[in-house]
């Protein structure tokens, strides 16, 4: 099976899933009430099984991830464009690989947890109603799922554009026709943003394949042979800065952040968590991905600058968060934190940081996805997304209550949960080179115990209120939408090893292609000092001929 197009596959069957919606009978087809809601349950049925399907195949594809293998595994590379250079070119890294596995986890769970989103049953009073049709939100999500594989998949930079802007479409239509609030207003503003770094970034990739045909050679888009392109410092820090802006809007970073409140309050439940858990990570991904290897002596002249912001970041999110009235709100400006925190851990530029960061990123998704889904539930429920209209609900909904306690903790980095491994590791890989900035980095620590667990106060504990006492708890289909991303919550904080090992060595790679080791701390030992403890990015470095 080494030869089997895993990655094709597994980016066509949400695609053929799509399709195969759009085939079925539309509201227009004849028949009654009862023959529509048996065709609407018939498209969410089969939007379940292609997302369960993709995730099947994505895990067989992991099992036969070859840890310590080549680099790049399960490629294929084809001609596309051949006249510029433009290839299909797939293949995952281990830091691709969990990142792919975590968005096809997401999806089964969001098309459950999604089951009655794009009816606006439970939306909150005076929410205007869904603009297109069941069918039409069941097949964004899909083709979404297909572009955000693909994105993480591409290893020719024209590829992976084309997938980075391809995914505005379906998640600005998900949010502009089926949100609630001022959706048209955040779709808006999700979508300029978007195209605003995509352009940018778009200038950077032609003015790449341009330097890459100097000396007479054919130009290229692949990831590889780009890596090894001689360029000026000059000409590495404007193409850095290229894509680093695109990449910062998409995360998002701060200052380039204000789109994702209003889009993550605007959006669905389901929709906030593909938003959130899954495409802000593009943006730290790319970083990691294109702006180290590609450009490592641009991105060490702007670390100074990154690790700012991203405490910044850090800390203005958390700060915000504490002050917000609506749960959807809250909740967004949490993952600008965090995402400051992932991008801190990138560019410390240590081995830990950057497992830690990409660790983050895969748990990040599953605990904040978690946090938006009994959001939701409870909006659902209660028809409003106001902190101050709920209390008392771990009375009469205890289980919601206690998942929901679970996920928030999480969101705090509770010892023993997952988000705690990597947040430990994104601050000790920062605190080896930039000890200030991992001081401060921590106060968010404090605050995300200040904003979650007042959160948590305000909704679930005191005095029953009248409209919440009736309220019923979980049923069993928001069970099995809620439980694997609690159980992944849990079984990550206990024994996050094998996720650790697979990404180890793409960080190793990336460590050698941006320059960068290990800073090695001397160790008294008899009145002298040693250098102990060189690290396996330090000894990769000296043997690739690196500088250090």
Known sequence: MSNFPWLTVAGVVPLVGAIAIGLTPGQSAPGGPADRRARDLLVKRIALVFSVITLAITVAMAVQFKIGGPRFQF??????????????????????????????????????????????????????????????????????????????????????????????????FMIGSYGVGQRQYAAVKFLLYSLLGGLLMLVAVIALYVYST????????????LTHLVLSATVQKWLFLGFFVAFAIKAPLWPFHTWLPDAATAAQPGAAVVLVGVLDKVGTFGMIR????????????????????????????????????????????????HMGLITLGIFAMTSQGQVG??????????????????????????????????????????VLAGLFLIAGLAGLALPGLSTFVSEFLVLVGTFTRYEAAAILATAGIILAAIYILWMYQRTMTGPVKPEVASMPDLKARELWAVGPLIALIIVL???PKPIIDVINPAVRATLVDAHSANPVPPHPVNNRFVVTGLSSATSSSTQNGSNP
């Open 75 to 172: 490629t294929q590379t084809y001609q596309w464009i051949p006249q510029f250079g433009v290839h299909y070119a797939v293949g995952v890294d281990g830091i691709a690989l969990v990142l792919i596995l975590m968005t096809t986890v997401l999806m089964p769970v969001v098309v459950l947890a999604s089951w009655n989103d794009a009816e606006g049953a439970g939306n909150p009073v005076g929410s205007a109603p869904p603009r297109r049709s069941i069918k039409t939100y069941f097949i964004l999500m899909l083709v979404l799922e297909t572009m955000m594989i693909g994105v993480f998949a591409a290893t020719d930079v024209f590829l992976f554009y084309v997938f980075f802007e391809a995914m505005l479409i379906p998640m600005y």
């Open 357 to 398: 960061a990409t660790l983050y990123m895969v748990n990040h998704g599953f605990a904040t996805g978690a946090l938006f889904l009994i959001a939701g539930f409870m909006i659902s429920r209660r028809r409003s997304a106001q902190i101050a209209d709920y209390g008392g609900v771990q009375k009469v909904a205890p």
């Open 493 to 495: 904080g206990v024994y």
């Open 290 to 337: 294109y702006c180290l290897d590609l450009f490592p002596s641009a991105a060490h002249y702007f670390t100074p600058l990154i690790i700012a912001l991203s405490v910044i970041g850090v800390l203005y999110g958390a700060i915000v968060a504490i002050g917000q009235a609506d749960l959807k709100r809250l909740v967004a400006y949490t993952s600008v934190s």
């Open 214 to 225: 100097s000396g007479g050679r054919p130009g290229t888009f692949l990831f590889l042979p």
